[in-house]
């Protein structure tokens, strides 16, 4: 038997994306930064490195990192919601976020 039509590249990419995608709290903070902080702060700041639950974030200009230490706590808890959410049942799960550092770069 045949397939009628083909299937979307998109369906196995996903798949592909997900297997290969390393266990660090990192990559799990940077997959799902756009939609935890929302589209202005996306676009003038991206997460760079995480070390002992101490997230530092790259942002386009002092004022924009200034912003974010003043959000940090709230931010903070955003992205450990989001985490959190993934913590059930995956043995990948990331540990939580403490602090936010941000600085110019």
């Known amino acids: 038997m045949s397939r009628r039509a083909p299937r979307p590249v998109s369906a196995a990419l996903e798949g592909l994306t997900s297997a290969i995608a390393p266990a660090s709290t990192l990559a ?34 002092a004022v924009w990192a200034q912003e974010l230490d003043l959000m940090g706590p709230e931010l903070v808890a955003r992205l450990n919601g989001a985490l959190g959410a993934e913590a059930d049942g995956d043995a990948r799960a990331a540990r939580p976020i403490r602090e936010l550092r941000c600085r110019c770069g």
Do not use: F, K, M, Y
């Open 28 to 61: 799990r903070v940077q997959e799902r930064w756009d939609s935890v902080v929302g589209p202005a702060i996306a676009a003038a700041s991206r997460p760079n490195a995480e070390r002992d639950g101490v997230l530092t974030v790259l942002c386009e200009s």
